[in-house]
Each structure stands twice: as C-alpha cells, then as structure tokens.
C-alpha cells in the first residue's frame, strides 16, 4: 500500500476508534428517525454519554436487527434516554459550576472544586449504570447468532485498534531508533 494511503487509513482508524465513550451524537443511518443512540444537545455542546455501552452501540449494524427488535430498541432507547436526561442535566450543571470556578478572578486549588468532583463522579457513575442497564436490557432481545455476529465485529474492531496503534507507536519513534 502506498505511503500516503496506508497514512490516511490510519488516520481514519485513529479517528474512529480512538473517540472517547463521550462522543458526539450518532444517529444509526437508514433505520429511521429517533434511532439516538447518543443524547444530542442540538448544538453539540457539551458532548454527552451514549446510551449505551460503546462496544455494543458500534455492533448493532452487524447484528442485522429485525424491524420488531428495532422497535423494542428504540423503545428501550427511549425510556433510558428519559431517565438519563434529568442526570445528565444535573451534570452539566456541576461542569459549569467547575468553569465558573475556575475562570473566576483569584485563585483556586484542587479541594475547592473537590465538592464539585465528587458529585460530577456520582453523577457520572449514575448515568454509566443506566447505560448498561439498557444495554443488558438490548442483550437481551438479541438472538445467539446476532450476539455471535457483534462479538465477531467487536473482535475485528478491536484487532484494527491495536494495528493502529501499533503503526502509531511506530511512527512515533525517531527515525534512528526505527528499523528499515
């Protein structure tokens, strides 16, 4: 492979999968309006948690969803959605509360904003326990095969994540420590 498309492949993968679990908004294509799978803020701040745990969201198009499971998916999806919204509120509040600490004129040290830490700790705890809540809750209306065709994908997805990294730990050593 040339040198610059091997480097665009990486840099795609790179961007891919190294994306925090606190991503921007997806929206699963061809499979109708309201397939969330991410809480969107409508303007893209600030990023917010899936709504469900990151490996499974990424399997769902290889599990190849009947139109009924999809249904219970999104039925599943919505009723998360509205009792992670109220937390997931309560959390930014916390996070500009921490800004505005932190921005404010003088000075400031760690225990100041240590309350605020704590909180945004639990909240976040709250928010991640729903997702996989609703995550067991979507494992469960799955067939062995579907289970069997995610876990497939998760394997693969993670074969090319370290691949990159890899190619990127290489890449990053100077060229006299690299072999020819």
Do not use: Y
């Not at 999809?70 to 309560?90: D, E, G, H, W």
């Amino acid at each position: 492979m040339r040198p610059a498309k091997s480097l665009f492949l990486i840099s795609l993968l790179t961007a891919c999968l190294s994306l925090p679990a606190w991503a921007q908004p997806v929206v699963i294509p061809d499979q109708g309006p309201g397939n969330h799978f991410f809480v969107s803020t409508r303007g893209g701040f600030p990023l917010l948690p899936p709504m469900i745990i990151p490996p499974l969201l990424m399997g769902m198009q290889a599990a190849h969803l009947s139109a009924d499971q999809q249904k219970q998916v999104n039925q599943i999806l919505q009723s998360n959605r509205s009792q992670t919204a109220p937390l997931i509120q309560q959390l930014q509040s916390v996070h500009e509360q921490i800004a505005n600490k932190l921005l404010a004129p003088g000075t400031i040290s760690a225990s100041d904003l240590a309350p605020l830490e704590d909180q945004a700790a639990q909240l976040d705890a709250q928010i991640q326990q729903q997702a996989l809540a609703a995550s067991v809750q979507i494992r469960a209306i799955l067939t062995p095969d579907q289970v069997a065709r995610m876990a497939q994908f998760h394997q693969k997805m993670s074969a090319l994540q370290e691949q990159v990294k890899s190619l990127m730990d290489e890449e990053s050593q100077p060229m006299s420590e690299q072999t020819p």
